[in-house]
């Protein structure tokens, strides 16, 4: 595998879902690389047997991954009991260091613990997908 294949397959799933072309210019392209890349570190076996992240850590990544520019839900914590406490977001990856979630919204880049995956047609919202940022 290679950071190049990965990007591409992640284009056209995304391009598949969404129902629409993404040019070279989208921002969401950034954001492909360095996923493709955290990818085959915890996904890819080496000839010897083991991934690049279990040599590291001495144990196979487990945690469970959205797909690749999906529409999810991010858990933000509110002071006021009214407000919504779970709000959208395009999942891009994780942080190496933390794991925690790394989401595009519509002012910006944040990083989350906690995300939950939409269900049906809203896990490609295209109209979402058109509004968020992509600028950390």
Not at 36 to 57: D, L, P
Request: proline share 4%; hydrophobic share 35%; net charge positive.
């Amino acid at each position: 595998l290679s950071v190049q294949g990965q990007m591409r397959t992640q284009r056209m799933c995304l391009e598949s879902k969404y129902k629409t072309k993404i040019g070279p210019s989208h921002r969401i392209h950034a954001w492909s690389c360095r996923h493709a890349s955290w990818t085959i570190v915890r996904c890819q076996v080496k000839s010897n047997g083991k991934t690049a992240y279990f040599s590291m850590r001495n144990r196979e990544y487990t945690n469970p991954i959205p797909p690749f520019g999906e529409c999810v839900m991010f858990k933000v914590i509110t002071e006021d009991k009214y407000e919504p406490r779970w709000l959208p977001g395009v999942w891009v990856g994780r942080v190496d260091q933390t794991n925690e979630n790394i989401l595009l919204i519509q002012n910006g880049v944040k990083f989350f613990e906690c995300v939950k995956r939409k269900e049906g047609a809203a896990q490609y919202d295209f109209s979402f997908f058109k509004k968020v940022k992509g600028i950390l």
